[in-house]
């Protein structure tokens, strides 16, 4: 979630009620201060030539709350927003936006920790869901699971290739008794009936075979290795 206020504009001159602190020469805000504006947002913390510069707080009219680091009047550095529905950041920021290294807490009570890149969970990263306590460890693009993944569950894990949130190609699934079902995610399209103009596509998981524990490369087909004598469907069952 991302929240726009006046934090983000370049000059609140024009929409400063009150003014506290220090000035420079030229009148500009230069120091420490408080600012209060006009639609009941609060600042306080250090400006440099009128412009929001170095530490401070930033209340919003909403109960939102950015405490941290500015840039030329932009959340730039290290820095905590709390969001108005309860969630909460926690990391860096690049001119406004979630960049570099940070922690997301999800109103739901989920967790994810990793790298963002233009506010989106972008690189390496896992994400908890606190009702199932499954959590996914690997490679984010533009705020998707994409690529090198583990799902990892109470029992057992997937590991292999995600593309746009889903599983798809080789992977292989681990589970807790010892063994290992290798196989691959397939995408299955479902086309429905005459009148209707969309289709609607569905993963198949197709198991190959089935070993103890074996390291795993990213898609790797291992099917030359040491085969168990138990078939797939067994392992399955396992």
């Known amino acids: 979630m991302s929240y726009v206020g006046s934090d983000e504009l370049d000059d609140d001159s ?4 009150q003014y506290e602190g220090d000035r420079n020469e030229a009148g500009e805000r230069h120091g420490v201060g408080k600012a209060v504006l006009r639609n009941g947002d609060i600042y306080q913390g250090r400006y440099e030539y009128g412009s929001r510069h ?6 919003f009219e909403n109960g939102a709350r950015y405490v941290g680091d500015y840039y030329q009047n932009k959340k730039h550095g290290q820095g905590t927003f709390q969001y108005p529905d309860g969630s909460q950041y926690e990391g860096s920021w690049v001119e406004d936006l979630r960049q570099g290294h940070g922690v997301y807490t999800y109103p ?3 967790m994810y920790h990793g790298e963002w890149l233009l506010h989106m969970r972008h690189g390496q990263g896992i994400y908890h869901h606190s009702e199932t306590g499954s959590m996914y460890k690997g490679s984010w693009a533009n705020g998707k699971m994409e690529s090198a993944g583990e799902y990892i569950h109470s029992n057992h894990r997937y590991k292999g290739n995600f593309v746009n949130n889903s599983p ?7 589970f807790d008794t010892g063994c290992e079902q ?4 397939h995408q299955a399209e479902q086309v429905g009936a005459e009148d209707e103009l969309a289709s609607t596509a569905t993963l198949n998981w197709i198991p190959k075979y089935v070993t103890g524990l074996t390291l795993w490369t990213p898609g790797k087909d291992t099917s030359g290795g040491e085969k168990e004598s138990a078939s797939a469907e ?5």
């Open 14 to 17: 024009s929409i400063l009620r």
């Open 54 to 59: 170095g530490q401070g707080t930033y209340r």
């Open 108 to 110: 739901n009570g989920d």
């Open 168 to 174: 798809r190609g080789l992977g292989k699934y681990v």
């Open 182 to 185: 290798h196989g691959e995610y």
């Open 234 to 238: 067994e392992g399955a069952e396992n």
